[in-house]
């Protein structure tokens, strides 16, 4: 940029409603759903393109703006004023103060934009606008709380200095608006002065000083204003590189969503300067445009699809497989090498992730919401089927593969949007929430991760919560509603004991959900008559590899879960093969050695193999044969109850078993 270093009226400039740490407080671009209430939605910010003599566009180092009216232009000026009030960040001291007694120490920087109203301004008796159609602003891209208080100091607000100045402000009576600078800044300058001479120094310990004499110090400011750039149609992403750095490496104490936010959109700032990432599509994913504007987005995506398309694109920007982006993302947040990536490095990028993506949904969360990933999983990147939302609901219920993907991908942040889980923040201990029946019961404390690995474990009602709640999404994001243990929806709206009772914090501390992973065989899942269905013939698949073959179960290793939960991931039953004392240390170990420890392993795995197809063959020959309950409610339960407990042991099985080929 090209700056001009300048000593600019304190009245000067104006507050920025794009800033990082008050964008939020609008209605983003990036949310696709319909404005609410009296909410407003920030208006999206263009170079400024003007058509020469010779007829083509020249970019200019200004950016342009539309509002709907002229209350609005108003309304959303005072609105970031009062957001920056509320979001100052921790200082030990009172800026506005400071500012009185010392004057001001950093200058602030502005770029140029230009303002147009959408509605035919109103005319007087002769016809005559009685505003303009259009107002230019110096806008505060760093220093926004230093304009703000000088403003206060001065006694107007940012709405006056773009919009134009009320005659009562500066000295005159009556109900007119001066709207041109050059007439109402001289008047408004002999008034201070005036105030200024009538009293003295001492003035400014009482409460009551003028205004003149408090503003004494900021009369006139250094200003540094953007007057030229190399790439003009780029200046409003380099304007806002300058400001973010202030909000990943923070002098003040902001928010953990306005930090992440800014973290997140300064890698996507690398990406396009870098140019492995088009402008546009860096636009969209940092919350700046649509999602409609993405390439290859369909025309018919429902609310849920479109925020989904836009949030697993930014996960895997944060987390790309690409080495040239590995390398920029390193540089942009000081990491490690990717073998060496912490787990606070990879929960940083996964909080930037999940901050980002909330830009799209109507309030921010927690972004500790995003911290789901295990190391070994995302240190090479996160490759992603890349099968739109719509298909893997559809599937889910027959496809674990789907299901999976799903949860770990999605489920966290659609039940952080309807407030059904939240991230553990330490002790709740005396913290109540409404039980169904609007009785207080208490919280229950457990992670993002438990949250998930219960889901999991019970994949028929996961299913079932999840269509829910994208359809919720899609009918406005109402409330969504509970689901029966078959996966229907219910009449009552969810909430989170009802979430806490149907997948119970026990039930997810034995396994963690595993990444999802292509050609994966799945258990077979009964279809569903939600919105999002199975497969219309209702035939269950399971998918093996390249192949999908019908009805057949004879591979076991797809109940994986590659990573234990905390303490409780040791309370599960031993297997078989740790009861006969193979591997555990017993006097097996030294009779068989390594050899033959390995040869009793892959015995024992085929015929675990061949007994569970062997089992599913069966249990479907009795399901056609026999009656409706063949069993007896006692056998039912206990034979459920010990295929609960091997598949268990099975998934801690799988990822021990695969460590043990890692070697090779």
Request: glycine share 8%.
């Amino acid at each position: 940029m090209l700056v001009a270093v300048v000593d600019m009226h304190g009245v000067g400039g104006s507050v920025w409603e794009y800033n990082e740490r008050i964008s939020s407080e609008w209605h983003s671009v990036a949310n696709p759903a319909a404005l609410k209430g009296e909410s407003q939605a920030l208006s999206r910010v263009r170079p400024l393109v003007r058509v020469t003599a010779e007829g083509r566009d020249e970019v200019f180092a200004a950016v342009e703006t539309e509002v709907i009216s002229r209350e609005s232009l108003v309304m959303n000026l005072k609105k970031a004023a009062a957001a920056l009030e509320k979001k100052d960040g921790h200082r030990t001291y009172s800026l506005l103060e400071d500012l009185v007694l010392n004057g001001q120490q950093e200058p602030g920087l502005y770029i140029a934009q230009r303002i147009r109203i959408q509605e035919p301004a109103l005319t007087d008796g002769d016809g005559n606008p009685l505003h303009p159609q259009a107002h230019w602003q110096w806008m505060a891209v760093r220093g926004n709380n230093r304009t703000k208080q000088r403003h206060e100091i001065f006694g107007v607000e940012s709405a006056d200095v773009v919009t134009g100045m009320p005659v009562k402000k500066i000295g005159g009576e009556g109900e007119k608006v001066i709207f041109d600078p050059n007439q109402w800044l001289p008047q408004f300058s002999r008034l201070l002065n005036e105030e200024y001479m009538k009293s003295g120094d001492e003035a400014l310990e009482s409460h009551e000083a003028p205004r003149g004499r408090r503003a004494a110090q900021v009369a006139v400011v250094e200003g540094h204003l953007v007057i030229g750039c190399p790439t003009p149609s780029r200046l409003y992403r380099i304007a806002q590189m300058s400001n973010r750095r202030d909000h990943v490496h923070p002098p003040l104490g902001f928010t953990p969503n306005d930090r992440s936010r800014a973290l997140g959109r300064s890698v996507l700032g690398v990406y396009a300067a870098e140019g492995v990432l088009d402008e546009k599509t860096a636009e969209v994913l940092s919350g700046a445009a649509s999602i409609t504007e993405l390439a290859g987005v369909p025309a018919d995506a429902t609310v849920s699809e479109l925020r989904d398309i836009r949030s697993m694109r930014i996960l895997a920007e944060f987390f790309p497989a690409d080495r040239r982006k590995q390398l920029l993302i390193r540089r942009a947040l000081s990491e490690s090498p990717p073998s060496q990536l912490s787990a606070p490095e990879v929960n940083r990028r996964a909080r930037a992730w999940s901050a980002l993506t909330s830009e799209s949904y109507p309030e921010p969360w927690n972004p500790r919401i995003g911290e789901v990933f295990q190391l070994g999983e995302v240190r090479g990147g996160i490759t992603l089927s890349g099968r739109p939302l719509r298909e893997l609901l559809d599937v889910a219920a027959v496809d674990s593969e789907a299901l999976r993907e799903l949860i770990f991908y999605r489920a966290a942040h659609w039940l952080a949007s309807a407030d059904i889980i939240d991230a553990d923040r330490g002790s709740l201990n005396g913290q109540k929430t409404d039980d169904d029946d609007g009785v207080k019961a208490d919280r229950v404390r457990r992670t993002v991760r438990n949250n998930l690995n219960a889901m999991y474990n019970r994949p028929e009602m996961a299913v079932g919560v999840l269509r829910e709640l994208a359809l919720a999404m899609d009918e406005g994001d109402r409330k969504p509603r509970k689901v029966g243990a078959s996966g229907e929806p219910l009449i009552e709206p969810m909430n989170r004991a009802w979430f806490n009772r149907e997948f119970p914090k026990e039930s997810g501390s034995r396994s963690n959900v595993p990444a999802p992973r292509r050609g994966e065989t799945g258990p077979v899942r009964r279809p569903s008559s939600h919105p999002y269905s199975a497969p219309p013939n209702g035939t269950t698949v399971w998918k093996a590899g390249p192949e999908v073959v019908a009805g057949s179960s004879s591979d076991v290793g797809t109940l994986v879960a590659d990573q234990h939960d905390g303490a409780d991931a040791g309370a599960s039953r031993p297997s078989r093969a740790e009861a006969d004392g193979v591997g555990t240390g017993g006097t097996a170990d030294s009779a068989m050695g390594q050899v033959g420890m390995a040869s009793e392993v892959m015995s024992r795995v085929r015929r675990v193999a061949d007994d569970v197809a062997g089992l599913d063959t069966l249990v479907g020959r009795l399901e056609a044969d026999a009656g409706q309950a063949p069993l007896g409610r006692e056998d039912a339960e206990d034979a459920t109850q010990s295929v609960l407990a091997t598949a268990i042991t099975l998934r801690r099985l799988v990822s021990r078993i695969e460590r043990l080929g890692e070697a090779d």
